[in-house]
């Protein structure tokens, strides 16, 4: 029989799990198994209070908890030295190594909240070492491994509704469970501090909630010192706090945590997961310490992200893992404000490509840009101006274009944007990589929102070919009525009958297409029908003529068949075949847009006889 071969990255792999298996020394560390390990026992951990000298504390087991989850175990200790009589376990010594006599038994990575002694839980090193095998081959995709995750049914309605954009971002983590010990045991995960800079004290305070229930704690933080050439990866050791970066450039967003252990190029942290996320590509950091908060719910780390020196690949239950000398793919975005008056003011940062994270930091970085150059309060407008694209390689650009007024304008326009990243990272048809977000803001500090107060025709009785002169009257906020016309041409091909004429925002005619198709389950058949429909739908700051006439037809894997017979038309959307069918009960026939600088409202219904 012809022998199997197998890689070198899992034959080390298996070697190395068979040497933890029998605590002898693996990759230079010898460790103890959780089976040696009993109450009383003393040790000594390691971190960083101050700067970036790692300094010695002392452990005390208390206990062990066999089974706190699937092949999960937890040892339990009492913490004492340094600073930690007073502040009790730091938010950010997760990952800190704990060593009995020469051997490394794992990770600080739980604790209580209000504990009145620094009591934490340590993962075994046995399980961390676990995450190198489930590592992913180089060069396979990352983008849309979790397709369409996290996104509600009929996404494209959201784009359409930019309130619920809001509601989606601010509940996003929402759908992370809890992972690990924390999920079976009243312990949790030890909070993971999240750094903020370039980014608005209220911008923070708008996006904590959201960050708290997926055990981060945000913080104002700020830039490490640069080391000398070469010296960088030289502080990524046991005990050395390390960064997870997450944004970098004119907006930073780094975690901050502590190498559990190292062997040349790889790398060990945290003892809990970030996120839980699986395979990533998050950026690698040294990082220091530049003070402590102590506090009865959870003292943490003030700190900071210092330079990148790899890519952590791995967001595990038991940690996270990554190599030194590699480099994340991220998603440059470039952002240009123009107030109505002043100089534009230009901004660049780089968000890592991770298709569940991405969208969210994006999000939050655009609302921390806007609340720290604009008001976050009153009356507002901005407009996405031309150039403002979405480029994906290999496929059509996405052309934002749309206005947004009022208290929530920067919201608006940031979900907008920050959810079309994530219908393209997480599509279901196959892995996309973003080339890079442009964005041209034109800001104004008034609220520009304008109401479709009344609509007419000139007749109401044509004849197929006629051109229909549709007037509307347009009421701006704190501004006098003016009228607008729109021409509209009958089409040649339309049989007698009546015929509905809309006129008002693109939003509610969003919603009355949407009411008539409740309970569909229509889908686009590709990715490119996919950014079709994105670039076509209806914007904020145009007044809509829509005519419409009843129909018997259907729409088949995003092609039209109109008029069809009824008995037709009743088969092909039967149950069993739903899916990529949709029900047409009106059709349009004609559609024409009015251009305006405002925000439109208001909607009003007329009907036309079209006569032989």
Known sequence: MKRLSRSPRIDSAFLFLFLAALGLPAHGQEIIPFSEIKTGMKGVGKTVFSGTRIEDFQVEVIGTLEHVAPQRNLILVRLSGGPLANTGVLSGMSGSPVYFGDRLAGAVAYTWGFAREPV??????????????????????????????????????????????????????????????????????????????????????????????????????????????????????????????????????????????????????????????????????????????????????????????????????????????????????????????????????????????????????????????????????????????????????????????????????SGTVAFITQLLLNNEYHPVHIEGINLILGYHDERRMARVERAWVNKDRVRAGETVQVSAAIKPFRGPEVIRQIDMKIPEEVLPGRLVLQVGDGLTLARIEDEGETGDDFHPRDLAQLIWLINHLRGNDKVYALLSRADNGILFQGRRLPNLPPSVAQVMVRPQTRGNYLRIWSRGIAEEKLDTDYMITGFKQLTIDVEE
């Open 120 to 413: 934490a839980g340590v993962t075994p090193i046995q399980e961390m070492l676990q995450i190198e095998e489930k590592e992913t081959p180089a060069g396979s995709p990352q983008g849309g491994r979790r397709a369409m995750a996290g996104l509600p049914g009929r996404p494209l309605s959201l784009l359409k509704d930019p309130a619920r954009l809001t509601e989606h971002f601010a509940s996003y983590f929402d759908r992370l469970l809890p992972g690990g010990a924390a999920a079976a045991s009243p312990m949790a995960p030890i909070t993971t501090p999240l750094l903020f800079s370039g980014v608005s004290v209220r911008a923070l305070d708008r996006l904590a909630p959201s960050l708290a229930s997926a055990g981060l704690l945000p913080v104002q933080g700020g830039t490490a010192s640069r080391s000398q050439a070469g010296a960088a990866e030289a502080k990524i050791a046991p005990g050395a706090g390390v960064g997870i970066k997450l944004v970098r450039g004119d907006v930073e967003m780094a975690a901050i945590c502590t190498v559990t252990y190292r062997e040349k190029d790889r790398v060990m942290a945290c003892g809990h997961p970030l996120l839980n996320l699986g395979p990533t590509d998050l950026i690698m950091t040294t990082a220091q310490v530049n003070g402590l908060f102590p506090s009865l719910q959870e003292s943490f780390k003030f700190a900071s992200a210092g330079e990148e020196v790899g890519a952590f690949r791995q967001d595990r239950a038991t940690g996270v893992f990554g190599y030194l000398g590699k480099r994340p793919r991220l998603i440059p975005v470039r952002l240009e404000l123009q107030p109505q008056m002043g100089r534009p003011q230009r901004y660049a940062f780089d968000i890592v490509e991770d298709s569940f994270l991405a969208p969210y930091l994006l999000y939050a970085a655009l609302n921390g840009i806007l609340s720290n150059e604009e008001k976050d309060y009153g009356e507002v407008t901005l407009a996405y101006k031309a150039g403002s694209t979405i480029q994906v390689s290999g496929e059509e650009d996405i052309e934002l274009k749309n206005l947004f007024a009022g208290d929530l304008a920067s919201l608006y326009a």
